[in-house]
């Protein structure tokens, strides 16, 4: 069965350095996700990436975020300078469809740890 | 504000036994609801999606009502099984908004033999 894979699993950085964390979204899909969760709160929208562009971002996903797909399969996140309130679960979603009624398929997600 | 909240905060259950889950919601305008299953850990595998229209949808041993008018919902477990120890949470899809989930704080369940 098809499913969204993210890499890496857990990733542990200092204050200040740069993350990328990647995720290869369903390969027919064609709307693209990320969302975090910090642990013991609710799952939150970063971002939304539709035809090569940011569809719609929340008050999260700030200058210090970015999104991509360089290469066709690959979708990532970047962190320019991490902060230590960035550590959460970061999970990558891929969706057929779209607008809201299409159904969303998660990764495994990827702990970032902000030492 | 654009609100999922949930009932109970957590809930043990013997094997076998039945539960319901409650949700509600304060999301406007409504899309549509959805019940999530998520393992310690794990991304969320989605249970069932209902629209306006629809009043309950059954994906095996789980059946989502939804009543519209009320703004509620809940997600009930038939003959519960210790695979089904996990957090359930509800989100609602904002209308017109392309990925903007409103995520509730879960249900973790633990289901004891």
């Known amino acids: 069965e098809p499913e969204v894979t993210q890499t890496p699993s857990h990733q542990v950085t200092q204050m200040g350095q740069e993350v990328i964390l990647r995720c290869v979204p369903i390969?027919?899909?064609?709307?693209f996700y990320w969302y975090r969760q910090i642990l013991g709160q609710k799952v939150e929208f970063l971002v939304s990436f539709y035809n090569n562009e940011i569809s719609e971002k929340s008050e999260i996903f700030d200058d210090q975020f970015s999104v991509e797909r360089p290469d066709g399969s690959n979708f990532t996140l970047k962190i320019r300078s991490t902060k230590l309130e960035d550590s959460a679960m970061y999970f990558c979603?891929?969706?057929?469809?779209?607008?809201?009624?299409?159904?969303?398929?998660f990764g495994e997600g990827s702990r970032l740890t902000v030492l | 504000k654009n609100q999922v909240e949930q009932s109970p905060q957590s809930l043990i259950i013997l094997e076998g036994k039945n539960c319901t889950l409650q949700?509600?919601?304060?999301?406007?305008?409504?899309?549509?609801l959805r019940w999530y299953k998520q393992d310690t850990g794990r991304g969320p595998v989605s249970l069932t999606i209902?629209?306006?229209?629809?009043n309950t949808k059954s994906n095996g041993r789980y059946t989502a009502t939804l009543d519209a008018d009320t703004k509620q919902s809940s997600l009930h477990i038939t003959a519960s099984q210790l695979s089904d120890s996990a957090s359930y949470i509800c989100v609602v899809s904002h209308g017109g908004s392309q990925g903007n989930l409103i995520f509730g704080k879960g249900t973790k369940l633990s289901v004891k033999p």
């Open positions: 390969s027919n899909h064609l709307y």
């Open positions: 209902m629209t306006f229209s629809e």
């Open positions: 979603a891929s969706s057929s469809r779209a607008g809201t009624t299409g159904e969303l398929f």
């Open positions: 949700c509600n919601y304060t999301v406007s305008p409504f899309s549509n």
